[in-house]
């Protein structure tokens, strides 16, 4: 099962966001004014959204990149922005980057360099299947560094103006526990609408999987502490949603899943589910 972990983009001539639900409410690096003037082009990069298995994801991004078609690569930032992942739920945002000078173009990649460090705390709620029990243990990379992982995008930035892309950061998928040891290889990737999609809460459902399927499109995220959710990027139609409570939960007499048939989504806007109650 994937967990989304948004990361969006956005600038005053293009921005890189980590996005999560209330995008500019609790940036950890907010932008600062800057030398940004008529005929400039600046990007922003931040991040967001919750994985329930995770009590934290802590690793540093050391720069941030993009990719000038007929030119190369442009460093954005060189700065360390030491983070935790799961911090960033349901829809708050953390700015890795932002720069106010950047040349006007099409890019079509952006590159995140990672840090050698970093840390995985499992929560005692989780479902199983870590074979380590909770508690914080330190994350191996897949393959020997440089730690870099490459986001195909598609933007065109003209002298001026003001540009936006949002990354999916999938958490679920960027984790594995192979010989006991925690494996991390990110997996990022373009969202390209970020005003279509599906928003809840849950009773009682701190930490709960959320799926959405229809047989064509299918995404997944956790709830966050209060049991909020949602979704970006998910394609018009009608979709299945499945509730999967914590262990913990069902303990506590929710039930192994609850089905919810028929849910909407239409362009451009975001469907809102209300209040869901599990039992």
């Known amino acids: 099962m994937k967990t989304n972990k948004i990361i969006a983009a956005g600038v005053i001539a293009m921005t890189l966001l980590f996005a999560s639900c209330n995008k500019d409410d609790n940036n950890v690096n907010p932008a600062q004014p800057g030398g940004s003037g008529p005929g400039t082009s600046s990007m922003r990069v931040k991040m967001t959204d919750s994985p329930g298995e995770y009590g934290a994801v802590n690793m540093s991004v050391v720069s941030v990149q993009a990719y000038l ?7 954005l930032n060189n700065d360390v922005h030491q983070m935790n992942v799961v911090s960033l739920t349901n829809g708050t945002t953390t700015e890795l980057s932002y720069n106010t000078n950047v040349t006007a173009g099409t890019y079509t990649k952006l590159k995140l360099v990672f840090a050698e460090e970093s840390s995985v705390t499992i929560n005692a709620y989780a479902s199983g299947g870590m074979g380590s029990g909770s508690g914080t243990f330190t994350m191996q990379w897949a393959t020997p560094g440089p730690h870099e992982v490459e986001i195909p995008i598609n933007k065109q930035i003209n002298v001026g103006t003001k540009g936006e892309v949002l990354l999916d950061f999938n958490v679920v998928n960027s984790i594995s526990y ?3 040891q925690f494996i991390i290889n990110p997996v990022v990737k373009e969202i ?3 005003k279509t999609g599906v928003r809840g809460s ?3 459902g701190a930490h709960t999987a959320v799926v959405l399927n229809n047989g064509l499109f299918h995404s997944s995220t956790f709830a966050d502490a209060n ?5 970006y990027g998910v ?3 009608t979709y299945t949603m499945t509730i999967y409570p914590t262990v913990y939960q069902i303990a506590n007499g929710a039930p192994q899943q609850k089905t919810i048939e028929n849910v909407v989504v239409t362009n451009g806007q975001i469907k809102q589910m209300g209040s869901i109650v599990l039992n």
């Open 227 to 231: 049991g909020n959710f949602i979704f």
């Open 178 to 180: 192979v010989a006991n």
């Open 235 to 237: 394609n018009p139609g």
């Open 192 to 194: 390209n609408d970020a």
């Open 202 to 204: 849950i009773q009682s």
């Open 69 to 75: 078609q007929d030119s190369g690569w442009i460093t």
